[in-house]
């Protein structure tokens, strides 16, 4: 497979004089979709994409906007999604500037014993150790072990739902609560580490395990996707009083949720050596048949991109969303390669990326930027997911754009790193 795609890619690859590069060539300031000043006559499509590499010049843009560490902020889930982008293209072009780069934000929040500068109260605070993972594969250096096997650590006492779930947070607001975010917060670390520390059997099977626990209290049971998230307690103002479930189907959530299930299922073995690994296997199996066929359903039909509150596109005041499209995008192009899914699903992946291609642009600025970005965004009824602000260039988008890109281009994923369990 990574043969066939390197060969499409070298096929697709456009001389200079590309829609893409004509732009280029007019000078800064020229946008290339969305926007009145717009030369171009179609949207950034895969090929002009492949021509210029635009992962690098989204890397580059966002690296010249924010040139230091502290300029990238603290240790959290968004910021290390954008650097898992980073590290992912530094990975296939093994320009230095990017390892430093990552380096540097990392190395401002860990001490030399791995230590952390934060409390680690949240899974958002778990996910940035897929960033110490990744260093230490690519450097070596003692200190990002440190810091991922601390970060393991936590789950040791992490505390669950009745039925074993990890709490969102245990900061007081929101104890007792799954939110399908929290399955890419914490999955892939857990896999990973387990694959660096020598148990991966066992994270495995703890990672299949959170997916169904949080699948099934979210998954609306009367129709199609999942809502965002579950209060055991039933607590939160926005849980129903009979359900405890969220209201809405929030499109980045469901995201976060996809890209788990992809990427747990990347590091099973693909002929399970037991017969619960089988079990295991299947189960995220039709889960992933299950979510793109409800995906597809509602993929704008003009766009190939999909609604901030995802089945209800025909709602006032919803709108396309780039983060979660880049993530729906992801999600369908990875499982159909894997075969998760039957190979016609590739179709709306393609049809996805050139939506999201279309958000992509060339400023004043002479950076590349990339619009229609939610901000975070907390659990609530529709409204507020209906006035969240947007951005462009908003960690969320960034990074899973980096992805996104990384995986549909040029076949790559943040598990390569894992062998598969035996």
């Known amino acids: 497979m ?4 390197a060969a499409l890619v070298c096929c697709t690859t456009l ?6 590069e004509q732009v280029r060539a ?4 020229q946008a290339l979709a969305g926007s009145k000043e717009s ?6 499509s895969k090929a002009d994409s ?3 590499d635009i992962s690098k010049d989204v890397v580059d843009s966002t690296m010249a906007r924010l040139p230091t560490a502290s300029s990238v902020g603290e240790w959290e889930y968004s910021r290390a999604l954008f650097m898992l982008g980073v590290l992912s293209v530094y990975g296939r072009t093994h320009d230095q500037r990017y390892l430093t780069y990552a380096k540097a934000w990392v190395d401002s929040h860990i001490g030399t014993d791995g230590t952390i500068d934060r409390p680690i109260n949240a899974l958002d605070f778990i996910m940035p150790g897929n ?3 990744s260093l230490y594969r690519d450097t070596g250096e003692e200190k990002y072990k440190l810091a991922a096997d601390k970060l393991a650590d936590v789950f040791k006492t992490y505390p669950r739902t009745s039925d074993g779930g990890f709490w969102h947070a245990m900061n007081g607001q929101r104890d007792h609560q799954l939110w399908l975010d929290g399955t890419f917060m914490a999955l892939p670390f857990i896999v990973r580490q387990g694959a660096l520390s020598g148990h991966q059997r066992e994270a495995d099977a703890e990672a299949v395990k959170q997916l169904l626990v949080y699948g099934a209290h979210t998954r609306d049971p009367d129709g199609p996707l999942y809502f965002h998230a579950y209060d055991e307690s039933g607590a939160a103002k926005w849980a129903d009083p009979v359900t405890h479930r969220a209201s809405v189907k929030w499109g980045r959530a469901i995201g976060w949720y996809c890209m788990a299930l992809v990427d747990v299922l990347e590091a099973m073995p693909a002929t399970p050596a037991t017969a619960e690994q089988k079990m295991q296997r299947q189960q995220l199996i039709t889960i992933v048949q299950h979510v793109a066929h409800d995906l597809v359903e509602f993929q704008d039909p003009a766009t190939g991109l999909w609604y901030q509150i995802v089945d209800k596109p025909k709602l006032a005041g919803n709108f396309l969303e780039t983060s979660s499209s880049s993530m729906f995008t992801y999600f369908l192009d990875a499982a159909a390669k894997h075969g998760y899914i039957d190979a016609s699903y590739k179709a709306a992946a393609q049809h996805a990326y050139q939506g ?11 950076h ?4 229609d970005i939610c901000e975070g965004t907390n659990v609530g009824n529709q409204a507020s997911y209906l006035n969240r602000k947007v951005y462009s260039d908003d960690f969320h988008g960034l990074g899973a754009f980096l992805l996104m890109n990384e995986e549909v281009q040029f076949n790559r994923s943040i598990m390569d790193d894992v062998e598969p369990s035996r």
Request: charged share 10%.
């Open 356 to 366: 999201i291609m279309s958000k992509v642009t060339l400023g004043a600025d002479g």
């Open 368 to 371: 590349w930027h990339i619009a």
């Open 26 to 29: 007019a000078g800064q300031g």
């Open 15 to 20: 001389a200079y004089g590309s829609p893409l």
């Open 50 to 52: 492949v021509a210029v």
């Open 131 to 133: 960033v110490a993972i």
């Open 2 to 5: 990574k043969a066939l795609v």
């Open 39 to 44: 030369v171009r006559h179609k949207p950034l």
